[in-house]
C-alpha cells in the first residue's frame, strides 16, 4: 500500500490523507498532490515526519522540478540529434529571481498546482514566499542576462547560459540608522532544489606557472596551481513550450589528491588543505573587493576559470557532435557555435580559445584567430571609463603568463595592420591599441581586445550605441565599418506582467480579447483604442490599486512604516550610484518636505500626497554611495514621525532590493525615476518594466528612456534635464566659474547643512557639488544643473496626479506602448543579425 502523508485539509483542520506516489509527469492536482506527498518522504532533506512550509516548498520544488527534468533531457537529446548552431551566452551574473512561480507560470500548472497544495491545506503563495532568490547577481547586467535565457527558451532557440555559482552572492543589504551593512547571502546555506550537479562534467583549470617551449616551436602551460570546475546545471523553462534549456554554473573545487594527508597528520591542517581553501575562494563572493592584490588575482581567477571552464565545454560538446560523423574541420567551428561575452568580465574568452585551439589542438596562429573571431562577438554595457576594465599587466603575467604572450601577438598584429593599411590613425595608435605600456601602470584594456577580436560588437540602446560609435569606439568604426550594431535590451513579459501582476495581466487579455500578448508584446497597441474607455480606466484603476495595497503591506512587513495607498507612489529603485542620482531625488524630497513645512494647514490640503521609495545596494567600498543611503534614512527618520506632514510626505528606503522585491514594488508603483545624467547610462531596463506595469517615468534623456519616450509619447513622459551633447559643454562652463545654482538647491542643501536630519556631517557630499574643480568637487553629474528643471517636472506630475482620468489614460498609453522592450525581439534580433541561429523546437 502506499505511504500517506497526514496533512492539514484545507477546510480547517480535517486531516486529509495524501498518498505518496511517485507521478513525475502528474498533471492532475490529486496526482500532483501525490507527488508533492512522495518528494516529502522519498526525497528527504529534513527529520522525518515533519511537513511545515519549508518542507512543503522543497518537495513542491523537486515536484516541479521532474516535469522540468522530463523535458530538459527531450531537449538536450533534441539537440544533440539535430545539431544546429548553438549559442552560449557568458556573463559574470545572472539575476534569476524566484524559480517555482516562474516555472509553473511557464509550463502553465500554477492553478492545479495551487488546488493541490490546498489538499495541505497550503496556499501556494506561502509556498512560493519560502524561495530565497538565488544571489547570482546584483543589477541589470544579471537581470538582462535572466531574462534574455527566458526569451531563448521560449523562442526555442538552441542556447546555453555560463555562470558561476556564488555561494554568498554579492551580499544582503541590512538597513539600519547608521545606514547599509552588509553580510553574507544565505540562499545556498540549505540547498538550492534546482540545480543539479553534473558529476562526470570536470574540468581542470590552471593558475600561475610557466611556459614550455617544445623543440618543434609549439608552447604548452604548465606548472602553477589546478583547480577543477565542476558543473551545476538549472532548467530554464521557455513559456508554453517543451523546450527548456541550461544555465551551467561553475563551482571551483580541489580534489582529495591535493589534500596532504602527510602534513595533515603532522598538526599542519592549514597547510595541508591549502588548495582547498584557495579553491572555495574563487566562487565564495561576487565582485570581490580588489583594492588589494589579492583581492585582483581573486577576481582575475574568477573571470578566467568562467571562460576557461565554458570553453572546455564548448569544445567538449562540439566534437562529441562530431563523433561518426566522418572527417570534419575546426574551421567548422563556427557554423556550430556563438559564444557572445556579456560585457568585459568574459573577455578572457578570446586568449583562452586561441590557447586551447593553438595548444591543446595543435591549429597555427591563423586558422586559430580566424575561428577565434568568427565564434566570439561582444556586447558593451557602459562608457564610464571607470567600468570599462583595465587589468595591470603584471597581476596578467603572474596569473596567466601563456595568455599574455597571446594578447601580446594579437596586439602586435593588429598594430602591423594599422602601421601598413591605415596611416592615418598611426597617432591614434597608443588608445586603440590593447596594450597600454605606460611606463608608470602598464594595463591590458579589455574592452579595446574585445573590439579587436570579435565579428559582432553592441551596444544595448540607440543612443548608448551612436555614442559608442562616435566616441568610445570612433576609430574602430573606421577600421570596420559593419562591426558595430545596436540591439535595444529588452524585459520578459513573463515575469514582469503576467506572473508579478495578475490582474492588470487579466484585464489586458480581456480588452485584447487574446492572451497571445504575453509573447507577442506588440500586441499591446490594441489598447490605445481603450484609453480614454471609462470601463477600463475604472478596471485599470482597480488592479492599480491592489498592486499598491499588497506593496504598502509588503513595506509595513519590512519596514515598519505604514504608507497610505490613496498616496502618489514614486519610486527610484536600482544600484546606488552617483550617476544614476539618488541624490537628485532625495534633494528634491527635502525641497518639498521644507516647503511643506512652511505652509498652512489649509494650503497643504491643495497638495499631492506622496510616497517617496528607494532601493539598492550601494557597493560595500563606495562611500559616497553609501552616504547617500543614510541620507535617505535619515531623511525618512524625520519626515515619517513629523505629525504635520507625514499624511503629505513619507521616506522609505526598502532594504535588500533583489528580484523578489522588484516583482512587488514595480507593479505597485505609479511614478518611476530615472534620472541618470544623460549620456551615463547605457540603457536601463527597470525602466522598461516600470512602463509595461503602466507606471509614467520621470526621467533624462538617456538610455533606453529616449526609446521608451518615443514609443509611449512624449506627453506621457515627465521629461527634465541636460541632454547628452550638453553635458561636456556644461562641465567646461563649471570648470569656468559660469555656473549660478538655482535658490531651490540652495535652499536645500542649507536645510540639510542646518542638523535638522541628525547630527552626520554631510558637508564632504555637498561639496561634491560645489566649487568648480578638483578631486571630488564641481559637481560632475551635473545635479545642480538638473535640479530646477527636475523641480518644476515633479510638479507637472502633481499636477497630472490630481486629474484622476488624465493620469490613467497616461497610465494605460505607457502599457500600450510598451511592445518593443520585448527581451523576445532583443533576442530575436542577436539571433538573426549576430549568432545567425534558427529555431529549432522540441516536437
Known amino acids: 500500500m502506499a505511504a500517506t502523508l497526514e496533512a492539514n485539509g484545507g477546510d480547517g483542520g480535517v486531516s486529509a490523507k495524501v498518498p505518496a506516489v511517485a507521478h513525475p509527469l502528474a498533471e492532475k492536482p490529486d496526482e500532483i498532490a501525490s507527488n508533492i506527498s512522495y518528494h516529502a518522504q522519498f526525497s528527504p532533506h529534513f527529520s522525518p515526519f515533519k511537513f511545515e512550509l519549508e518542507q512543503a516548498y522543497y518537495a513542491t520544488a523537486e515536484s516541479v522540478r521532474d516535469r522540468l527534468i522530463k523535458q530538459w533531457n527531450e531537449t538536450y537529446l533534441h539537440f544533440h540529434k539535430v545539431d544546429p548552431k548553438q549559442t552560449y551566452y557568458l556573463s559574470m551574473e545572472f539575476l534569476q529571481g524566484r524559480a517555482l512561480t516562474n516555472a509553473i507560470g511557464n509550463l502553465n500548472i500554477q492553478d492545479a498546482y495551487a488546488d493541490a497544495l490546498r489538499k495541505f491545506g497550503l496556499e501556494l503563495e506561502e509556498i512560493a514566499e519560502q524561495e530565497k532568490d538565488a544571489a547570482l547577481g546584483n543589477g541589470g547586467l544579471g537581470r538582462l542576462a535572466s531574462c534574455f535565457l527566458d526569451s531563448m527558451a521560449t523562442l526555442n532557440l538552441p542556447a546555453w547560459g555560463y555562470g558561476l555559482r556564488y555561494r554568498y552572492g554579492l551580499f544582503k543589504q541590512r538597513i539600519t540608522r547608521e545606514g547599509q551593512g552588509e553580510v553574507a547571502e544565505d540562499w545556498l546555506e540549505k540547498f538550492s532544489p534546482w540545480e543539479v550537479v553534473r558529476h562526470d562534467i570536470l574540468y581542470p583549470i590552471r593558475f600561475f606557472g610557466q611556459v614550455e617551449v617544445n623543440p618543434n616551436g609549439s608552447r604548452k ?265 545596436n540591439k535595444t535590451n529588452g524585459i520578459t513579459p513573463r515575469r514582469w506582467l503576467r506572473f508579478c501582476s495578475p490582474e492588470l495581466s487579466s484585464i489586458i487579455t480581456k480588452w485584447l480579447k487574446t492572451d497571445q500578448w504575453v509573447t507577442n508584446l506588440d500586441l499591446l497597441t490594441g489598447l490605445r483604442k481603450f484609453a480614454d474607455n471609462e470601463d477600463l480606466q475604472e478596471e485599470w484603476l482597480s488592479a492599480k490599486m491592489a498592486n499598491k495595497q499588497r506593496l504598502a503591506q509588503y513595506v509595513l512587513q519590512v519596514t515598519g512604516e505604514s504608507i497610505d495607498p490613496d498616496s502618489l507612489f514614486d519610486i527610484q529603485v536600482k544600484r546606488i550610484h552617483e550617476y544614476k542620482r539618488q541624490l537628485l531625488n532625495i534633494l528634491g524630497v527635502i525641497y518639498r518636505y521644507k516647503k511643506l513645512k512652511e505652509m498652512s494647514p489649509e494650503e497643504r490640503k491643495n497638495t499631492t500626497p506622496r510616497t517617496v521609495m528607494f532601493g539598492g545596494k550601494a557597493f560595500a567600498t563606495y562611500t559616497n554611495a553609501k552616504i547617500i543611503v543614510r541620507l535617505v534614512n535619515d531623511v525618512g527618520a524625520v519626515v515619517n514621525s513629523d505629525p504635520e506632514i507625514n499624511s503629505y510626505l513619507k521616506v522609505v528606503f526598502v532594504p535588500n532590493y533583489n528580484v523578489s522585491v522588484a516583482e512587488v514594488l514595480i507593479p505597485g508603483s505609479e511614478l518611476s525615476q530615472h534620472i541618470s545624467t544623460a549620456g551615463m547610462e547605457a540603457s536601463g531596463t527597470s525602466n522598461m518594466k516600470f512602463a509595461l506595469n503602466g507606471c509614467l517615468i520621470i526621467g533624462t534623456l538617456d538610455g533606453a528612456n529616449v526609446e521608451i519616450r518615443e514609443e509611449i509619447g512624449e506627453e506621457n513622459f515627465f521629461l527634465f534635464g541636460a541632454t547628452a551633447e550638453d553635458v561636456p559643454r556644461l562641465r567646461k562652463e563649471r570648470e569656468k566659474g559660469l555656473f549660478k545654482p538655482d535658490p531651490r538647491f540652495e535652499e536645500a542643501k542649507k536645510f540639510i547643512r542646518s542638523g535638522v536630519f541628525g547630527s552626520y ?83
Not at 558637508?763 to 530646477?788: A, C, I, K, Q, W
Not at 511592445?819 to 529549432?840: L, P, V
Open 761 to 843: 556631517d554631510y558637508s564632504t557630499m555637498l561639496e561634491s557639488l560645489e566649487g568648480n574643480s578638483g578631486y571630488g568637487r564641481g559637481d560632475y553629474f551635473l545635479v545642480g544643473y538638473d535640479f530646477p528643471s527636475y523641480m518644476d517636472a515633479q510638479a507637472r506630475v502633481d499636477e497630472a496626479y490630481r486629474d484622476r482620468k488624465r493620469w490613467l489614460k497616461m497610465s494605460i498609453l505607457s502599457t500600450a506602448g510598451s511592445g518593443k522592450f520585448s527581451s523576445d525581439r532583443t533576442i530575436a534580433q542577436y539571433a538573426k543579425e549576430i549568432w545567425n541561429i534558427q529555431e529549432c523546437r522540441v516536437p
Open 221 to 485: 602551460w604548465v606548472g602553477g596551481e589546478v583547480v577543477h570546475a565542476l558543473a551545476y546545471d538549472v532548467p530554464i523553462p521557455g513559456y508554453q513550450t517543451k523546450n527548456t534549456i541550461s544555465l551551467r554554473l561553475w563551482e571551483a573545487k580541489a580534489c582529495a589528491v591535493d589534500f596532504d594527508l602527510f602534513l595533515f597528520n603532522d598538526g599542519q591542517h592549514e597547510s595541508a588543505s591549502v588548495l582547498h581553501a584557495r579553491s572555495q575562494q574563487i566562487c565564495a563572493v561576487l565582485y570581490p573587493g580588489d583594492a588589494t592584490e589579492g583581492g585582483k588575482l581573486l577576481r582575475l581567477k574568477q573571470q578566467f576559470f568562467l571562460c576557461s571552464a565554458s570553453l572546455q565545454d564548448i569544445i567538449a560538446r562540439f566534437k562529441e557532435r562530431r563523433q561518426g560523423k566522418g572527417p570534419w574541420n575546426w574551421s567548422e567551428f563556427p557554423t556550430k557555435v556563438a559564444v557572445q561575452l556579456n560585457d568585459t568580465h568574459p573577455t578572457l574568452a578570446i586568449p583562452e580559445l586561441m590557447r586551447l585551439l593553438m595548444d591543446d589542438e595543435g591549429l597555427g596562429w591563423d586558422e586559430a584567430w580566424d575561428v577565434t573571431t568568427r565564434t566570439i562577438a561582444y556586447t558593451n554595457h557602459t562608457v564610464l571609463p571607470e567600468a570599462l576594465e583595465k587589468w595591470s599587466q603584471s597581476v596578467m603575467w603572474k596569473l596567466l603568463p601563456r595568455h599574455m604572450e597571446i594578447i601580446e601577438e594579437i596586439d602586435k598584429r593588429f598594430t602591423a595592420m594599422i602601421n601598413t593599411t591605415r596611416l592615418d590613425l598611426e597617432s591614434e595608435l597608443s588608445t586603440i591599441c590593447i596594450l597600454d605600456n605606460n611606463p608608470q601602470k602598464p594595463v591590458v584594456r579589455m574592452a579595446n581586445l574585445c573590439v579587436v577580436a570579435s565579428h559582432a560588437v553592441n551596444g544595448v540602446a540607440q543612443l548608448h550605441s551612436d555614442i559608442l560609435k562616435s566616441e568610445l569606439f570612433a576609430n574602430y568604426v573606421s577600421i570596420w565599418p559593419t562591426k558595430f550594431q
